[in-house]
T-cell receptor, first 115, second 120 residues
Framework: AQSVTQLDSQVPVFEEAPVELRCNYS??????LFWYVQYPNQGLQLLLK??????LVKGINGFEAEFNKSQTSFHLRKPSVHISDTAEYFC?????????????FGGGTRLMVKP | AAGVIQSPRHLIKEKRETATLKCYPI?????VYWYQQGPGQDPQFLIS???????DKGSIPDRFSAQQFSDYHSELNMSSLELGDSALYFC???????????????????FGPGTRLTVL
Protein backbone atom coordinates (compact mmCIF):
# COMPACT_ATOMS: atom_id res chain seq x y z
CA ALA A 1 0.00 0.00 0.00
CA GLN A 2 1.09 3.54 -0.65
CA SER A 3 0.39 6.86 0.98
CA VAL A 4 1.01 10.40 -0.15
CA THR A 5 1.52 13.42 2.06
CA GLN A 6 1.29 16.96 0.80
CA LEU A 7 2.78 18.95 3.59
CA ASP A 8 1.01 22.23 2.89
CA SER A 9 -2.74 22.45 2.54
CA GLN A 10 -2.50 26.05 1.32
CA VAL A 11 0.33 28.03 -0.22
CA PRO A 12 -0.18 31.78 -0.71
CA VAL A 13 2.32 33.45 -3.00
CA PHE A 14 2.62 36.71 -4.88
CA GLU A 15 2.51 36.81 -8.64
CA GLU A 16 5.89 36.29 -10.36
CA ALA A 17 7.38 34.76 -7.21
CA PRO A 18 8.76 31.20 -7.23
CA VAL A 19 6.81 28.42 -5.59
CA GLU A 20 7.43 24.88 -4.35
CA LEU A 21 4.65 22.48 -3.48
CA ARG A 22 5.89 19.61 -1.39
CA CYS A 23 4.99 15.95 -1.79
CA ASN A 24 6.31 12.95 0.09
CA TYR A 25 5.23 9.40 -0.44
CA SER A 26 5.50 6.10 1.34
CA UNK A 27 5.54 2.79 -0.47
CA UNK A 28 7.03 -0.66 -0.07
CA UNK A 29 7.37 -0.99 -3.83
CA UNK A 30 8.57 1.14 -6.71
CA UNK A 31 6.08 3.73 -7.83
CA UNK A 32 5.18 6.05 -10.65
CA LEU A 33 4.63 9.66 -9.59
CA PHE A 34 2.25 12.29 -10.92
CA TRP A 35 1.13 15.83 -10.33
CA TYR A 36 -2.39 16.85 -11.33
CA VAL A 37 -3.99 20.30 -11.23
CA GLN A 38 -7.66 20.96 -10.58
CA TYR A 39 -9.13 24.35 -11.39
CA PRO A 40 -12.39 25.31 -9.64
CA ASN A 41 -15.31 23.15 -10.69
CA GLN A 42 -13.20 21.29 -13.22
CA GLY A 43 -11.62 17.88 -13.62
CA LEU A 44 -8.04 16.79 -13.00
CA GLN A 45 -5.45 17.78 -15.57
CA LEU A 46 -2.07 16.08 -15.74
CA LEU A 47 0.80 18.47 -15.12
CA LEU A 48 3.70 16.04 -15.28
CA LYS A 49 4.77 12.52 -14.45
CA UNK A 50 7.79 10.50 -13.48
CA UNK A 51 7.91 6.95 -14.81
CA UNK A 52 11.66 6.35 -15.17
CA UNK A 53 14.85 7.98 -16.39
CA UNK A 54 15.85 11.53 -15.53
CA UNK A 55 14.72 12.51 -12.06
CA LEU A 56 13.93 16.06 -13.17
CA VAL A 57 10.74 16.15 -15.19
CA LYS A 58 9.21 19.10 -16.93
CA GLY A 59 5.51 19.54 -17.41
CA ILE A 60 3.02 21.95 -18.81
CA ASN A 61 2.60 25.60 -17.84
CA GLY A 62 6.25 25.94 -16.80
CA PHE A 63 6.09 23.47 -13.91
CA GLU A 64 8.77 20.95 -13.10
CA ALA A 65 9.31 18.35 -10.40
CA GLU A 66 12.23 16.37 -9.10
CA PHE A 67 12.04 12.78 -7.96
CA ASN A 68 14.25 12.08 -4.94
CA LYS A 69 14.25 8.41 -4.14
CA SER A 70 16.28 8.67 -0.94
CA GLN A 71 13.94 11.28 0.48
CA THR A 72 10.85 9.71 -1.12
CA SER A 73 9.84 13.12 -2.39
CA PHE A 74 8.46 14.57 -5.60
CA HIS A 75 8.25 18.31 -5.05
CA LEU A 76 6.65 20.55 -7.67
CA ARG A 77 8.26 23.87 -8.58
CA LYS A 78 7.67 26.88 -10.76
CA PRO A 79 10.14 29.78 -10.98
CA SER A 80 7.50 32.46 -11.56
CA VAL A 81 3.80 31.97 -10.94
CA HIS A 82 0.85 33.68 -12.57
CA ILE A 83 -2.58 34.52 -11.28
CA SER A 84 -3.92 31.79 -13.56
CA ASP A 85 -1.95 29.16 -11.62
CA THR A 86 -4.39 29.54 -8.72
CA ALA A 87 -5.82 26.04 -8.31
CA GLU A 88 -5.68 22.85 -6.28
CA TYR A 89 -2.66 20.65 -6.93
CA PHE A 90 -2.63 16.93 -6.23
CA CYS A 91 0.37 14.66 -6.00
CA UNK A 92 -0.36 11.01 -6.78
CA UNK A 93 1.42 7.68 -6.94
CA UNK A 94 0.71 4.33 -8.50
CA UNK A 95 2.33 0.97 -7.91
CA UNK A 96 4.66 -0.06 -10.74
CA UNK A 97 3.89 -3.70 -10.21
CA UNK A 98 0.13 -3.52 -9.71
CA UNK A 99 -1.85 -4.54 -12.73
CA UNK A 100 -4.75 -2.29 -11.78
CA UNK A 101 -2.54 0.76 -11.40
CA UNK A 102 -4.90 2.72 -9.16
CA UNK A 103 -3.77 6.20 -8.16
CA UNK A 104 -3.35 7.17 -4.54
CA PHE A 105 -3.67 10.91 -4.07
CA GLY A 106 -2.32 13.28 -1.49
CA GLY A 107 -4.66 15.65 0.30
CA GLY A 108 -4.03 18.45 -2.16
CA THR A 109 -2.39 21.85 -1.90
CA ARG A 110 -4.32 24.98 -2.71
CA LEU A 111 -2.05 27.44 -4.48
CA MET A 112 -3.29 30.99 -4.10
CA VAL A 113 -1.49 33.52 -6.29
CA LYS A 114 -1.98 37.10 -5.22
CA PRO A 115 -1.42 40.17 -7.39
CA ALA B 1 -7.48 15.70 -29.11
CA ALA B 2 -10.38 13.62 -27.86
CA GLY B 3 -10.80 13.48 -24.10
CA VAL B 4 -12.66 11.36 -21.62
CA ILE B 5 -16.39 12.05 -21.75
CA GLN B 6 -18.63 11.73 -18.74
CA SER B 7 -22.37 12.03 -18.59
CA PRO B 8 -24.32 13.52 -17.11
CA ARG B 9 -22.23 16.42 -15.85
CA HIS B 10 -24.67 17.15 -13.05
CA LEU B 11 -27.19 14.88 -11.38
CA ILE B 12 -29.60 15.52 -8.55
CA LYS B 13 -31.23 12.58 -6.81
CA GLU B 14 -33.14 11.95 -3.63
CA LYS B 15 -32.19 9.52 -0.89
CA ARG B 16 -32.79 5.86 -1.70
CA GLU B 17 -32.96 6.55 -5.43
CA THR B 18 -30.61 5.03 -8.00
CA ALA B 19 -28.18 6.72 -10.36
CA THR B 20 -26.15 5.66 -13.36
CA LEU B 21 -23.02 7.52 -14.40
CA LYS B 22 -21.44 6.95 -17.78
CA CYS B 23 -17.87 7.23 -18.95
CA TYR B 24 -16.53 7.15 -22.50
CA PRO B 25 -12.75 6.70 -22.54
CA ILE B 26 -10.31 8.24 -24.97
CA UNK B 27 -10.34 6.22 -28.23
CA UNK B 28 -8.07 3.15 -28.08
CA UNK B 29 -7.84 3.38 -24.30
CA UNK B 30 -8.80 0.02 -22.82
CA UNK B 31 -8.53 0.72 -19.09
CA VAL B 32 -11.09 2.73 -17.15
CA TYR B 33 -10.93 3.95 -13.55
CA TRP B 34 -13.57 5.48 -11.29
CA TYR B 35 -12.80 7.91 -8.45
CA GLN B 36 -14.97 9.70 -5.91
CA GLN B 37 -14.06 13.16 -4.64
CA GLY B 38 -16.04 14.43 -1.68
CA PRO B 39 -16.24 18.16 -0.89
CA GLY B 40 -12.78 19.43 0.02
CA GLN B 41 -11.34 15.92 -0.26
CA ASP B 42 -8.81 14.25 -2.49
CA PRO B 43 -10.06 11.73 -5.07
CA GLN B 44 -10.53 8.22 -3.74
CA PHE B 45 -10.21 5.21 -6.03
CA LEU B 46 -13.37 3.14 -6.43
CA ILE B 47 -12.82 0.54 -9.12
CA SER B 48 -11.07 -0.10 -12.43
CA UNK B 49 -11.56 -2.23 -15.52
CA UNK B 50 -9.19 -3.56 -18.13
CA UNK B 51 -10.51 -5.19 -21.28
CA UNK B 52 -13.99 -5.39 -19.75
CA UNK B 53 -12.81 -7.24 -16.66
CA UNK B 54 -12.52 -5.71 -13.20
CA UNK B 55 -8.82 -5.21 -12.54
CA ASP B 56 -8.74 -3.49 -9.15
CA LYS B 57 -11.15 -2.53 -6.42
CA GLY B 58 -10.91 0.24 -3.87
CA SER B 59 -13.30 1.72 -1.38
CA ILE B 60 -16.45 1.12 -3.40
CA PRO B 61 -19.60 0.53 -1.34
CA ASP B 62 -21.58 -2.65 -1.93
CA ARG B 63 -24.46 -0.45 -3.09
CA PHE B 64 -22.37 0.53 -6.10
CA SER B 65 -21.55 -1.62 -9.08
CA ALA B 66 -19.79 -0.96 -12.34
CA GLN B 67 -18.98 -2.60 -15.60
CA GLN B 68 -17.11 -1.98 -18.82
CA PHE B 69 -18.79 -2.75 -22.10
CA SER B 70 -17.53 -4.12 -25.43
CA ASP B 71 -17.00 -0.58 -26.77
CA TYR B 72 -14.91 0.14 -23.62
CA HIS B 73 -17.32 2.64 -22.15
CA SER B 74 -18.10 2.12 -18.49
CA GLU B 75 -21.10 2.70 -16.25
CA LEU B 76 -21.18 3.21 -12.50
CA ASN B 77 -24.49 2.15 -10.99
CA MET B 78 -25.37 3.52 -7.57
CA SER B 79 -28.37 2.30 -5.60
CA SER B 80 -30.01 3.27 -2.31
CA LEU B 81 -28.34 6.65 -2.50
CA GLU B 82 -27.34 8.31 0.73
CA LEU B 83 -26.60 11.95 1.51
CA GLY B 84 -22.93 11.03 1.90
CA ASP B 85 -22.78 9.90 -1.72
CA SER B 86 -22.91 13.54 -2.80
CA ALA B 87 -19.57 14.05 -4.51
CA LEU B 88 -17.75 14.57 -7.75
CA TYR B 89 -17.27 11.29 -9.59
CA PHE B 90 -14.36 11.12 -11.98
CA CYS B 91 -13.65 8.63 -14.68
CA UNK B 92 -10.15 8.23 -16.07
CA UNK B 93 -8.77 6.14 -18.90
CA UNK B 94 -5.36 4.88 -19.93
CA UNK B 95 -3.71 2.72 -22.53
CA UNK B 96 -0.69 0.46 -22.22
CA UNK B 97 2.30 2.04 -24.01
CA UNK B 98 3.76 -0.80 -26.02
CA UNK B 99 2.86 -3.42 -23.46
CA UNK B 100 2.30 -7.01 -24.45
CA UNK B 101 -1.15 -8.42 -25.05
CA UNK B 102 -2.98 -9.09 -21.82
CA UNK B 103 -1.11 -6.47 -19.80
CA UNK B 104 -3.14 -3.71 -18.19
CA UNK B 105 -1.92 -0.17 -18.39
CA UNK B 106 0.96 1.20 -16.38
CA UNK B 107 0.83 4.62 -17.94
CA UNK B 108 -0.88 7.90 -17.33
CA UNK B 109 -4.52 8.22 -16.42
CA UNK B 110 -6.43 10.96 -18.21
CA PHE B 111 -9.40 12.28 -16.32
CA GLY B 112 -12.81 13.31 -17.50
CA PRO B 113 -14.55 16.49 -16.29
CA GLY B 114 -16.50 14.59 -13.66
CA THR B 115 -20.14 14.12 -12.75
CA ARG B 116 -21.35 16.14 -9.80
CA LEU B 117 -23.91 14.06 -7.91
CA THR B 118 -26.06 15.77 -5.34
CA VAL B 119 -28.25 13.62 -3.11
CA LEU B 120 -31.07 15.48 -1.36
Amino acid sequence: AQSVTQLDSQVPVFEEAPVELRCNYSSSVSVYLFWYVQYPNQGLQLLLKYLSGSTLVKGINGFEAEFNKSQTSFHLRKPSVHISDTAEYFCAVSDRGNAGNMLTFGGGTRLMVKP
Amino acid sequence: AAGVIQSPRHLIKEKRETATLKCYPIPRHDTVYWYQQGPGQDPQFLISFYEKMQSDKGSIPDRFSAQQFSDYHSELNMSSLELGDSALYFCASSHPPGQGVGQPSTDTQYFGPGTRLTVL
